[in-house]
């Protein structure tokens, strides 16, 4: 079973608490908030104003509760919601006589917060933190401007059951952040693991596949050479050792991190002739498709046949075209037979002529 994601674990997590503090915030304000200003409409010096300032939390918690339930941030507007909660704040504790600033009818101080919450708990915990202390600040000013200052005695302990509710918040969101951080290291590490031992496995897989080939058909010419078996002035047992030798130059090259694999592969393949004095030209014309792996040893093997057994020069040359990519040679070499056959979807045509052989590999993509 697939591990999640870190990234959508962190998500969940803090999406989570988001809704939490959005079915708080919905909850304050018609059951706690709504009946105490229902209640005592006489005692406010402006109706109006504690009006006016419960639709604008109102308005607040509908714009931010639709971002939340729909997971889409809140953007920009999250500065212009705050300065609506501010606002609303100011205005209920405005529209209310000073002498009743601590009584329940200033129904906002405990409320405030909550919204706060609502609209800056994703975005950090020090902005949310600074803005309820600033709400705090400004409620204690307020008092002590007003002539009340000998009720912030019970600020102090109503300020303490407030924020005990609302910090908690704060804290678990900063301890959810450290978690989903935490949660997508490890994931990613996971990830990591997984990927090395994939990586190992293809590599273990490659070598394996690689040891096969040579235990096919270089390892036994290496073992007539170290027995002595080997008889050296026969041609055709040259040209043998001569072709081993290529195909180990492109076992070799096929592993390198390059631009174009099959012409260096091909450069490979042709190294061991031009050692040995036979003059290479290697030319492209056109760019095609990059065949994999097992179309480039088909497409490589029997130019790779040609030019290791040839005179004294030899000419490949890559053609390529949006569908298709073909490798021809033209050598002074021995080749037996003439033809056309197909393997690997490769079609390969031979055609003799004295002691000229002209051989074309041609590999198509599917469409």
């Not at 918690?61 to 609506?84: E, F, N, Q, S, Y």
């Not at 693991?193 to 496995?201: G, Q, Y």
């Not at 050792?241 to 091909?266: S, T, W």
């Amino acid at each position: 079973m697939a591990e999640p994601n870190g990234e959508l674990v962190a998500d969940k997590l803090l999406t989570g608490l988001h809704l939490a503090v959005l079915a708080i915030t919905a909850a304050v304000l018609p059951v706690f908030a709504l009946p105490l200003l229902a209640a005592y409409p006489g005692v406010y010096r402006s109706v109006a104003q504690e009006v006016v300032a419960f639709a604008l939390l109102t308005g607040t918690g509908v714009v931010a509760g639709v971002r939340v339930v729909r997971r889409r941030p809140l953007g920009k507007a999250r500065w212009v919601l705050v300065v609506a909660v501010f606002t609303a704040s100011v205005l209920a504790t405005t529209g209310i006589p000073a002498t009743e600033l601590m009584s329940e009818q200033e129904w906002s101080y405990g409320v405030i917060g909550w919204f706060v919450l609502l609209l800056m708990v994703d975005y950090g915990t020090t902005a949310p933190a600074v803005l309820l202390g600033v709400h705090t600040v400004m409620s204690f000013a307020q008092l002590v401007l007003v002539g009340q200052g000998h009720e912030v005695a019970d600020l102090v302990v109503v300020t303490a059951v407030v924020l005990g509710l609302q910090l908690p918040v704060l804290a678990a969101a900063a301890a959810l952040r450290t978690l989903a951080a935490t949660v997508v290291a490890e994931t990613d590490r996971a990830e990591r693991v997984r990927t090395a031992d994939a990586v190992a496995e293809q590599l273990h897989a490659d070598r394996r596949e690689r040891f096969a080939d040579l235990a096919a058909t270089t390892v036994p010419l290496l073992t007539d050479l170290t027995t002595g078996r080997a008889d050296l002035s026969d041609e055709r047992v040259r040209a043998a050792y001569a072709v081993a030798a290529a195909r180990l130059r492109r076992l070799f090259a096929e592993h390198d991190e390059v631009e174009d694999p099959l012409l260096h592969e091909l450069a490979a393949c042709v190294d061991p002739a031009e050692r040995n004095g036979v003059v290479v030209h290697l030319e492209t014309c056109g760019a095609g498709p990059t065949p994999p792996l097992e179309v480039r040893r088909a497409l490589t093997e029997p130019v790779l046949e040609v030019v290791t057994t040839a005179g004294s020069r030899a000419r490949v040359t890559v053609l390529g075209t949006p569908e298709s990519v073909t490798v021809s040679v033209v050598a002074d070499a021995r080749v037996a037979g003439e033809g056309t056959d197909s393997d690997h979807g490769i079609t390969v045509t031979r055609l003799v002529d004295g002691d000229t052989v002209w051989l074309e590999a041609t590999w198509r993509t599917r469409t």
